[in-house]
């Protein structure tokens, strides 16, 4: 049965990355397009380098707000990816080459996130945006590359010590977002493959759980001290 979810989970997300659809798949998905998006929208600029890209599903939604789109990760899950290799050493990148860097759910599967962020500093340009998403609250996935979870003040504390000026972290979610994405991850892709059956869990999923868990978590939960993640804008110093 796992292995059934987890194949049609792979083609929920192949057949989803150019739709608006994809937001309402988890209540951990709507926060990143309801808080980290808007944060790199605000604030990127330039030459801009998507670093542990994935399949580039955000890459609609920022590429008209900068002049340049580059792309790296580890392998090449998109033909639109530009650089395949490891964070941690991008010697074939020149010094101050990007205005802009994104780096989004990343830093958990890095062995030494303190190393990759040197590296992300050494590329950008002086006074240059990063923006950055992380999990705090989140079960273990990608295994066995799933090293970490971060903190607001373990966050700032690593991107200072990498060269970084902390502007603002935002937190995103909550407990209710943590677990309705236990239920979400599981209930979606269970009858994606079932004609009638998909769309009204589709729908069901929106209303009842997403929005739902979002919408409870922004409302009562004012200290965030279960965040489910955080969304960080920072400056190259």
């Known amino acids: 049965m796992f292995n059934f979810i987890k194949k049609n989970r792979k083609k929920l997300e192949k057949d989803t990355i150019s739709s608006d659809k994809r937001k309402y798949y988890s209540p951990i998905t709507l926060t990143q397009y309801k808080i980290t998006i808007p944060m790199i929208l605000k604030n990127v600029k330039g030459n801009l380098i998507d670093v542990g890209c994935g399949d580039l599903h955000y890459k609609r939604y920022i590429e008209k707000n900068v002049i340049n789109y580059d792309s790296i990760d580890i392998k090449r899950n998109s033909d639109q990816v530009k650089y395949v290799g490891n964070i941690l050493d991008m010697s074939f990148i020149a010094d101050n080459t990007y205005d802009s860097a994104i780096c989004l759910e990343v830093l958990e599967h890095v062995a030494i996130p303190h190393m990759a962020l040197k590296e992300i500093n050494r590329i950008l340009k002086k006074d240059a945006v990063l923006i950055i998403s992380v999990p705090h609250l989140s079960r273990l996935h990608e295994q066995p590359y799933d090293f970490f979870r971060f903190t607001n003040f373990g966050l700032t504390t690593i991107l200072e010590n990498s060269g970084f000026i902390v502007k603002e972290i935002l937190p995103k979610g909550g407990i209710l977002t943590f677990l309705g994405h236990q239920i979400s ?10 004609p009638i059956l998909k769309t009204i ?27 489910c993640g955080y969304a960080c804008l920072a400056i190259k110093k």
């Open 185 to 194: 991850s599981v209930l979606v892709p269970a009858s994606y493959r079932i």
């Open 201 to 227: 869990m589709y729908l069901f999923n929106k209303y009842f759980i997403v929005k739902t868990s979002y919408f409870f978590d922004s409302c009562f939960d004012k200290k965030k001290r279960l965040a």
